[in-house]
């Protein structure tokens, strides 16, 4: 990996110094670089493009934005393959473009977190090149998990471990033996057990810090440590995956999932991260259950965890409310804060998602081309914006991603000749993958790409994308961007501290808390009208009917 020296924009000022805790209530909006904006119109998003709209992120109220990678890489992974953590993409711009970044940033009061992705590197990474041409035994192959086949000539993979996306989690190469992938086969795993792999990261993080970066996403946070104690076990139920294989195995013992070694290493990242005034801040993407993920939360390791939890819960009020219940629980617990998503880039945009019948196969419906069962884009919105609002009342960090302020719908019936994602190839054309919500942001009503760049986009928009524009959506009454810009202004100003009172007294279907700040948020997930509390309307998701009674799937903010 190379190293570099530390950027004269260095000296940026960090505005964070002024709440080091700002991140335990804040909104964070997910930037897909390469699906946000193009500045060179070439038809892929690039660090310029993002710099050219960060007015939009200052102007909607986010607290921060996150980058998934800007790395060079392949994109066999969508980034997640990366050549180079201390560089960037030339397709994407230059370290200069990122400083310039950085520091617009800053000076708009925003704050920049940066995806670290330490699992894997690149098969194209110098370290996995080194490693082929070293052979078997040697330290560069030390610093990946290379183990000899099974089977009379080695033909066998060392175990039954799968990837992620589909097929053996071993690859063998030409001299026989077989490299680990829990991933796309361009994504080797590192050796975690390596302490060069342990100082490379070191350096990583602090050559970021020193660039003004205010915090980090760790990707596949649970799977870095391995158990490597030969001979490797096999699971025995290969098919398993995520939580399910966890299941299969006490707590922190699975061969490479959510091990109890692994928190040695953000306890070390830890220091790293506070020994910089102020400390920076870091959040897991951990797919472990509820009381495991936030043990990665921790004040001394990384601060902050994702909630699939909540991301993955239906449309139900109770099952809501128990989730809401027990992440707060959790969060508390562990001295962390809890934090909220409902979309990001690799799942259905939640717009489409919250619609689609409980028992809906994802993969079968994106193959259907979103046709069956048909969705009901009007639906989907509105349910997208109640869902929302009850979101951003809720104690703790959001964490947007790019366009659902704009109520974007999932692209499902993108043609598969145009498809990205490796998970198409890799799972023999069942799964269809997630380049539905990746498509290119639109900008304007018109264009070729809507105004994400001069020219077309790497994946096609389809033309009701133009009704979605911010520019049709701009000062426009009741338009889903106007909702989320009103919804973080009222936001920033309501709330004060991290707890919130539920209501019992409420119709079936329907949520209701109090927050200690004097204002209540109430959710109606039932398909009835129903009265509202007393209290002054803040906000509503939907307006509301019969002279101020709360229509189904709407939520509204009351002051008390």
């Known amino acids: 990996m190379t190293v570099r020296s530390t950027p004269s924009t260095a000296s940026t000022p960090d505005l964070s110094s002024k709440d080091p805790n700002w991140w335990r209530q804040a909104v964070i909006y997910q930037v897909y670089p390469r699906s946000f904006a193009d500045a060179d119109g070439d038809g892929l998003g690039d660090l310029r493009g993002v710099t050219q709209r960060l007015t939009h992120l200052a102007a909607l109220g986010v607290d921060a934005l996150w980058l998934s990678p800007f790395y060079p890489s392949e994109l066999a992974d969508g980034g997640y393959d990366v050549d180079d953590y201390r560089d960037v993409d030339p397709r994407l ?12 940033a800053h000076r708009l009061g925003l704050k920049v977190i940066v995806d670290l992705v330490p699992n894997h590197t690149s098969h194209r990474h110098a370290w996995f090149r080194e490693a082929q041409a070293a052979g078997p035994g040697s330290a560069a192959r030390d610093r990946y998990v290379f183990r000899a086949g099974r089977g009379a000539n080695g033909e066998l993979p060392p175990t039954d471990w799968q990837s992620v996306f589909g097929g053996s989690a071993w690859q063998r190469v030409p001299d026989g033996q077989w490299y680990l992938h829990l991933f796309a086969p361009q994504q080797p795993d590192l050796n975690w057990e390596n302490e060069q792999v342990r100082a490379d990261f070191r350096t990583t993080l602090k050559f970021w810090c020193d660039r003004g970066v205010d915090g980090f996403r760790v990707d596949v946070a649970h799977a870095l440590v391995k158990d490597l104690t030969e001979p490797l076990r096999d699971l025995g139920a290969p098919e398993l995956s995520g939580e399910a294989a966890l299941a299969r195995f006490a707590p922190g013992t699975h061969p490479f999932y959510d091990r109890d070694d692994v928190h040695e ?3 070390d990242w830890r220091k790293i991260l506070d020994a910089y005034t102020p400390p920076r801040t870091a959040v897991a993407e951990a797919w472990v259950p509820g009381p495991r993920r936030v043990l990665y939360a921790r004040p001394d390791e990384l601060g902050q965890a994702f909630n699939f939890e909540y991301l993955q819960t239906g449309w139900d009020a109770a099952e809501l409310r128990e989730v809401i ?8 617990a562990a001295g962390a804060s ?5 979309s990001n880039h690799d799942v259905v945009r939640h717009a489409t998602r919250l619609v689609l019948p409980p028992d809906t196969d994802t993969d079968a419906w994106l193959l259907s081309g979103g046709h069956a069962p048909a969705v009901d884009p009007a639906a989907g919105l509105r349910r997208a914006r109640a869902a929302t609002l009850l979101m951003l009342a809720l104690p703790g960090s959001a964490y947007l991603y790019q366009g659902e302020e704009l109520g974007l719908p999932e692209v499902a019936d993108l043609p598969t000749e145009v498809l990205q994602d490796p998970i198409w190839e890799q799972t023999g054309h069942v799964r269809k993958g997630r380049d539905g919500c990746r498509v290119p942001l639109p900008w304007t009503t018109e264009g070729p790409s809507y105004g994400f760049g001069a020219g077309a986009a790497w994946l096609p928009q389809p033309p009701g994308f133009a009704a979605y524009a911010v520019q049709a959506q701009d000062g426009t009454a009741g338009s889903t961007l106007e909702l989320y810009r009103t919804a973080l202004r009222l936001r920033r100003k309501l709330l004060d501290g991290e707890s919130l009172t539920w209501s019992d007294d409420v119709p079936a279907g329907v949520l209701r808390f109090d927050r200690s700040d004097g204002w209540r948020c109430v959710t109606n997930l039932s398909g009835a009208v129903v009265d509202l509390p007393a209290g002054e309307v803040l ?3 939907a307006p509301l009917e019969d002279g101020g009674r709360l229509g189904p799937d709407t939520t509204v903010w009351l002051g008390l």
Not at 338 to 342: E, K
């Open 265 to 267: 290493v953000y306890r």
């Open 539 to 541: 906000l509503s998701s």
């Open 325 to 332: 219940t027990g992440s707060l629980a959790d969060a508390r």
């Open 338 to 342: 809890a934090t909220w998503v409902l």
């Open 93 to 104: 711009g230059t370290l200069d473009d990122f400083d310039a970044l950085a520091a617009e």
